[in-house]
């Protein structure tokens, strides 16, 4: 079974940015598309962006041209720059597969964006 380790997040001020890696064990990672989700207390998780095996990618209309993700297949990991972060941005941050999350769920990260 994959495992998932999400790192990166932190507190930051609104207009700031943040760096989130996501760790995935086992040699299989290279082939599945991946996606970054995020979570708020009482709200559904919510898909943030998206990237292909190739590195085509995607992103909610939410965070298009603020957020960049990225992945390094020899490292097993996929990123997330966030960029010009808002206080809506505010949540935890997890990846999975995508389009079907069927690997277990990280720990997340928390990211808060509060001056």
């Known amino acids: 079974q994959v495992q998932l380790v999400e790192s990166g997040g932190d507190l930051v001020q609104p207009g700031g940015s943040l760096r989130l890696s996501c760790a995935a064990s086992?040699?299989?990672?290279?082939?599945?598309?991946m996606g970054w989700y995020r979570q708020t207390p009482g709200k559904q998780r919510e898909l943030v962006a998206t990237?292909?095996?190739?590195?085509?990618?995607n992103y909610a209309d939410t965070v298009k041209g603020r957020f960049t993700i990225s992945r390094d297949n020899a490292k097993n990991t996929v990123y997330l720059q966030m960029n010009s972060l808002k206080s809506e941005d505010t949540a935890v941050y997890y990846c999975?597969?995508?389009?079907?999350?069927?690997?277990?769920w990280g720990q997340g990260t928390q990211v808060t964006v509060s001056s």
């Open positions: 999975n597969r995508y389009p079907y999350p069927g690997w277990s």
């Open positions: 086992g040699s299989i990672f290279s082939i599945y598309a």
């Open positions: 990237i292909t095996s190739g590195g085509n990618t």
